[in-house]
């Protein structure tokens, strides 16, 4: 069965860094999508940045360009998204999922993810 634990949420003021990170275990497929996203109280959640299995592509939606990075460590199944820059929107619960590797899909959609982690939040705020 597929686990996903994330980690690393917490309070930080505006302009500072957080480094979120997802442990992942049980994931049998050659390739898969790993990636991050979030939720904010009253809207939708959505895709934050992705990162491929098979060759480390990464993307990012609009709004995580330039100030956040993700990356892998594939030794110890774990993702990372490293946040800068923090702005008050960025508040939110941040989950970490990945498809099931049946398509090879490698994207932002929420729909296109199987399993998920039980989210952590960030908050920024001054």
């Known amino acids: 069965q597929v686990q996903l634990v994330e980690s690393g949420g917490g309070l930080v003021q505006p302009g500072g860094s957080l480094r979120l990170s997802c442990a992942a275990s049980?994931?049998?497929?050659?390739?898969?999508?790993i990636g991050w996203f979030r939720q904010a109280p009253g809207k939708e959640r959505e895709g934050v940045s992705c990162?491929?299995?098979?060759?480390?592509?990464?993307r990012y939606a609009d709004s995580a360009k330039g100030r956040f990075a993700i990356s892998r460590d594939k030794a110890k199944n774990t993702v990372y998204l490293e946040m800068n820059s923090l702005k008050p929107e960025d508040t939110a619960l941040y989950y970490c999922?990945?498809?099931?590797?049946?398509?090879?899909?490698?994207?932002?959609?929420?729909?296109?993810?199987?399993?998920w982690g039980q989210g952590t939040q960030v908050t920024v705020s001054s």
């Open positions: 990162i491929s299995s098979r060759d480390g592509s990464t």
């Open positions: 999922a990945t498809t099931d590797g049946s398509s090879w899909y490698f994207g932002l959609d929420v729909q296109e993810y199987e399993f």
């Open positions: 049980g994931l049998t497929a050659d390739y898969y999508s």
